[in-house]
């Protein structure tokens, strides 16, 4: 291949990738390790128990017989698949229970499901917005509301993570006559701190800005379960509510909820609801289980932040600062990228699995989360095993650094 056709070519960027080459051969690769099972609190991984402290199943219900028989009745009734998407043949009745549900447990008129979290924001926000209008983004928001927003050919601002006073600013420099939509996470997902709602839906309230919250990480945590919006009294103030299945809920997922007139819009323009095949029976069933669960068993969102709060007062006696998270999202600040890999290896080795994060995604860190499922005994473990590597870790405040992707 000659130099201008090894220029024009987009595949040439393969050979410049060596870094995850580099940490294979050097054994410190931390991505796509394959698990032989998971049991919720524990995982095993080459014949070895290791505590799971990196999965967002905040309530422990992958492990519920309850959710594992749903999915079972859900196959043998409906069969492994819909095969269609919702708009034409893959529609069933267990879609429209769920969504009945999750309406009325998040405090809506309505809900749409779709086939995963992800898919969710992405359809949202690009059926919602079109090139004249502006969106802005908190700095640190997930990439789906990210990647939502630049297929909507939108004009995005940027504001600091949780600053309404620059929001505002944002807002009153935008055409008087300007369609405006705001975006925000309720928690986020690299720090585990809170969304600051009180101050964002008063600024959305005084510059005529719709809401939209992602709360992927907020149902089943705040407020018996219902999220952030129910934890700061303002559900009827935020427009439009977006979560996922896979974080509390046990299985694979996402909705929107929100007023009947957005959701019958959002069933008609949200491409990737009309063109994607539908949530399968499986899931489906898994996510009402648990939603169930939920609602019925609300101790268990006692369970986790009582987990979260021993495992902050565990890490700070032992000297290992957890950032401002108040969830169960407790990120561990690390020196660089090599002590971030070492940790997680030497962590591994003492039986405690957790996820490595690199830029661009974070700043370099630890990304722990806990479950309502964890022992006391294990949390103990844990405790010890960051105490014993403490030399890795860096004692300070996690730093934001823009877009996250967990």
Known sequence: MNAIAEQTDVFSRFAAFTVAAELIESGLYPYFLPLEGHEGATVRRGGRELIMCGSNNYLGLTADPRVRAAARDALDVYGSSCTGSRFLNGNIDLHLQLEDELARFLGKPA??????????????????????????????????????????????????????????????????????????DGVYSMEGDLCDLPAIVAVCRRYGARLVLDDAHGLGVLASGRGTAAHFGLTDQVDLITVTFSKSLASLGGAVAGSEEAIHYLKHHARSLMFSASMTPANTASALAALRILREEPQLVDAVQANAAYIRRGLAEAGVETGASTTPIIPIPTAGALETLSAWHRLIDRGVYVNPVLPPAASPRLRTSFMATHSVGQLDRVIEAFAAEADLIRPRVCVPSGVTSA
Not at 123 to 152: E, Q
Not at 157 to 177: K, Y
């Open 111 to 184: 809900a749409l499901v779709m086939t995963t979290g992800y898919q969710t924001n992405l359809g949202v926000i690009a059926a919602l917005l079109t090139p004249r209008d502006y969106v802005l983004v908190d700095k640190d928001a997930h990439a789906s509301l990210v990647d939502g927003c630049r297929l909507s050919g939108a004009k995005v601002r940027w504001f600091p993570h949780n600053d309404a006073t620059a929001l505002a600013q944002a807002l009153e420099g935008l055409p008087d006559d300007a369609p405006r939509l705001v975006v925000v």
